[in-house]
């Protein structure tokens, strides 16, 4: 069974570009939420999208933004990169919310 | 707002020596806690639920209870393929969404 697939792994960007990442649930998920990890921190909560809608958001501007497509995969975008952008971005599906979460590799950000 | 303090923040064992990794937690109603280990540049791997105080859950080398305010994941003849960050999370039962709180982590550190 294929687990979370999260791309790319790694990303390098320049500040002010606007990127897109994307998440592939484990089938039969039909839940998804984003957690951005800044290196040495627990992951924070970003998004999640539940049956295509957005079900919560967390404390992150409106620079960030995300969607589920019909298939349940999701992409996270975010605009105007900033320096404090640059994290391990993590992605989480479960079959619903509150259940088991099982997470992606991540795709490693770095802004310069 | 809910609130995970993982302590210590780092642990250096040599290999054999049994230890335990403290989690402290505050939440409106506890859904579940969890316990992951994530290894450098990769996601977090799921380990454990605890959903009620007084519950017990074991794999390997690995014990994880769970009380009204805290959660310990003891480490029973460590070996350094156990080197690893290990995370605590807690969810809550209230609200739309089902966001993960994490804390900080602990990097274990086992030595030959």
């Known amino acids: 069974d294929a687990g979370v697939t999260q791309s790319p792994t790694h990303l390098i960007k320049t500040r002010g570009q606007q990127v897109t990442l994307r998440c592939s649930p484990i089938?039969?998920?039909?839940?998804v939420s984003w957690y951005q990890q800044v290196l040495g921190q627990g992951p924070q909560f970003i998004f999640q999208?539940?049956?295509?809608?957005?079900?919560g958001r967390g404390n992150f501007p409106d620079r960030f933004s995300a969607r589920q497509f019909p298939n349940y995969s999701s992409e996270l975008n975010v605009n105007a990169l900033l320096l404090g952008d640059s994290a391990l971005y993590l992605c989480?599906?479960?079959?619903?919310?509150?259940?088991?979460?099982?997470f992606g590799s991540g795709t490693r950000l770095t802004v310069v | 707002e809910d609130q995970v303090t993982q302590s210590p923040e780092a642990l250096r064992l040599q290999e054999g020596e049994s230890s335990s990794l403290n989690c402290s937690y505050t939440v409106s109603g506890l859904r579940g806690l969890f316990w992951y280990r994530q290894d450098p540049g990769k996601g977090p791997e799921f380990l454990f639920t605890?959903?009620?105080a007084g519950e017990e859950k074991e794999k390997e080398r690995l014990k994880a209870t769970l009380t009204k305010k805290e959660s310990f994941l003891h480490i029973t003849a460590p070996k350094p393929e156990d080197s690893a960050t290990y995370l605590c999370?807690?969810?809550?039962?209230?609200?739309?969404?089902?966001?993960?709180?994490f804390g900080k982590g602990i990097t274990l550190s086992v030595r030959p």
């Open positions: 989480a599906s479960s079959l619903g919310p509150g259940d088991g979460y099982t």
């Open positions: 089938s039969g998920h039909k839940s």
């Open positions: 999208y539940y049956e295509k809608e957005e079900r």
């Open positions: 999370a807690v969810l809550p039962h209230t609200g739309a969404n089902s966001k993960l709180t």
């Open positions: 605890l959903y009620s």
